[in-house]
């Protein structure tokens, strides 16, 4: 069983930045990906951006160009460098390990929110 902590948010105004984190538990489980997503209040939860085991990196549309997702193959961390913030960006973010191309595995989430 993968455990998935995010860390990294809080309140923000536009155009600001924040990091999101995640560490998953030890082990030897073969992950194929690892991504983001994010749940805005009353609306279905969203990809944000993803990353594949090789590191071939995946965005939503209307993040390009402002969020990284990252990972450090040295530690079970991974990273979400949000920039240019905009109101539509708030929301819970939640990290995701998609193991052995089959088993899907969530954190708890972190709120995001970011004001004008």
């Known amino acids: 069983q993968v455990q998935l902590v995010e860390s990294g948010g809080g309140l923000v105004q536009a155009g600001g930045s924040l990091t999101l984190s995640c560490e998953r538990s030890?082990?030897?489980?073969?992950?194929?990906?690892l991504g983001w997503f994010r749940q805005a209040p009353g609306q279905q939860r969203d990809l944000v951006a993803t990353i594949s085991r090789g590191g071939t990196t995946n965005y939503a549309d209307s993040v390009k160009g402002r969020f990284t997702i990252s990972k450090d193959n040295a530690k079970p961390m991974m990273y979400l460098q949000m920039n240019n913030l905009k109101i539509e960006d708030s929301g819970v973010y939640y990290c995701?390990?998609?193991?052995?191309?089959?088993?899907?595995?969530w954190g708890q989430g972190t709120q995001v929110t970011v004001s004008s």
């Open positions: 995701n390990a998609l193991v052995d191309g089959t088993y899907n595995y």
């Open positions: 030890a082990g030897t489980f073969s992950i194929s990906r």
